[in-house]
């Protein structure tokens, strides 16, 4: 047995959230894609039949009120709050995340003018996920502003007077690298603007403090660390301090003060209900609802510290294992400026991951040479991290 692999034995007997391990349903494999999709949750499918065939099946139009669905975008995203960082009330769950961002940044530049007029930009993250930057475009265009694509680093230095709203990501999707989320939403505040946040890859990955740094507005993804399964309904976080002014751009029966009143006229509900726009999507809610039990005693610290304990253990093992100079890793080495995922560049990375996922290890490609590997601290061990670094390196020696 080599040197790592003593060293991941040794390390799962003393993983605090090992147990946890066996509330996923998982096979023999290594899987490391839950930075696009988490792993299916135990406590899932059972929920999922009571909610088709009881509640739809049986109570059928009464489980609005008597199964708790019409409440279920609050009730879920007050689930969802402490593990962003936010007190109750502020987060609401529906929609996808490109709707969530348009609703966000469109609401951020309405804020912003109804502060002051003058502010006509918007400032976009240069490297996001390109449908944020579609979305920014849209929005700019819809709102009149003019859009700017920057990168993260040069952020500070080109808010200004004019700067309305500013659409960031909090971990870069390529690349694994976390921005400096208490510091820009500072500079953005300095400048008068407002901020909005993608937490896609870091709401269950990390801490976020929503509240504590005062982020204005959020998005995030429910179907990577937080295990929501395949197009599970994202999450929108407004700020307290913001609700009674937040004016989305996409108003619904939903977000009425009198829903059922059916007057022409649109009314918005206080609170996080302003955040809603048409009928939930319940199947999916109540499935993420049931996914989001696996979080229950679990502090998004302990998260935190075994996702860098896992990242940090897999590049000691491609160093180890990897012929010297076959692969780049271009995830900051730094605690304070990684995710939970670590990406390997090499010229021909779309056969290499092809090669790993046919011998059980499962990571992702992104165009045009990166190998991607996510670390869901909740269900990775340290012993598939070094598997997975021993199979990278049979394929490539």
């Given at each position: ?38 792993a ?38 007050d ?8 007190a ?16 966000a ?16 930009e ?21 709102t ?15 808010l ?8 960031l ?29 993608d ?19 959020a ?10 399964g ?11 301090a ?24 649109y ?18 809610m ?99 991290v ?12």
């Amino acid at each position: 047995m080599s040197e790592q692999a003593l060293k991941a034995e040794k390390l799962d007997g003393a993983d605090e959230l090992a147990a946890k391990r066996a509330e996923f349903v998982l096979d023999d494999g290594v899987y490391l894609d839950g930075n696009s999709l988490g792993a299916l949750p135990v406590a899932v499918p059972g929920r999922v039949e009571d909610v088709v065939r009881r509640q739809w099946g049986e109570l059928r139009i009464r489980s609005w009120t008597e199964g708790g669905w019409w409440t279920a975008p609050e009730r879920i995203g007050d689930r969802i709050a402490p593990l962003v960082g936010a007190a109750a009330g502020q987060v609401v769950v529906g929609d996808s995340t490109s709707v969530n961002v348009f609703k966000a940044l469109v609401g951020a530049v309405r804020l912003a003018r109804s502060a002051g007029a003058g502010r006509d930009e918007i400032v976009v993250d240069a490297t996001t996920f390109p449908t944020d930057g579609y979305i920014a475009h849209s929005a700019a265009r819809m709102t009149g502003c003019t859009l700017r694509p920057v990168p993260p680093s040069e952020v500070p230095g080109a808010l200004g007077d004019r700067t309305a709203a500013v659409l960031l990501n909090h971990v870069d999707y390529r690349t694994g690298r976390l921005h400096d989320l208490p510091s820009l939403t500072a500079a953005v505040h300095a400048a008068g603007a407002l901020v909005v946040w993608d937490l896609c890859h870091s709401a269950g990955a990390l801490p976020v403090g929503l509240d504590g740094h005062g982020v204005d507005l959020a998005v995030g993804c429910t179907y990577k660390y937080l295990n929501g399964g395949p197009g599970s309904p994202a999450f929108l976080y407004v700020r307290e301090a913001l609700q009674d002014r937040f004016d989305s751009p996409l108003p619904g029966w939903n977000s009425h003060a009198e829903p059922f009143g059916m007057r022409p006229e649109y009314e918005p509900a206080a609170g996080a209900v302003r955040g809603r726009v048409g009928t939930p999507d319940i199947l999916s809610m109540l499935a993420l609802e049931a996914a989001l039990e696996v979080w229950d005693g679990v502090s998004v610290d302990a998260v935190r510290a075994k996702s860098l304990a896992l990242t940090d253990f897999f590049l000691e093992c491609v160093e180890a294992y990897l012929p010297e100079g076959r692969v780049e890793c271009v995830t900051p080495r730094a605690h304070a400026e990684r995710g939970s995922q670590v990406a390997l560049r090499c010229p021909d990375a779309g056969e290499v991951m092809g090669r790993l996922i046919a011998r059980g290890v499962v990571g992702d490609f992104r165009r045009p040479d990166v190998l991607r590997f996510g670390f869901t601290p909740l269900y990775v061990a340290f012993a598939d991290v070094e598997r997975a670094a021993r199979v990278l390196a049979e394929e490539l020696a």
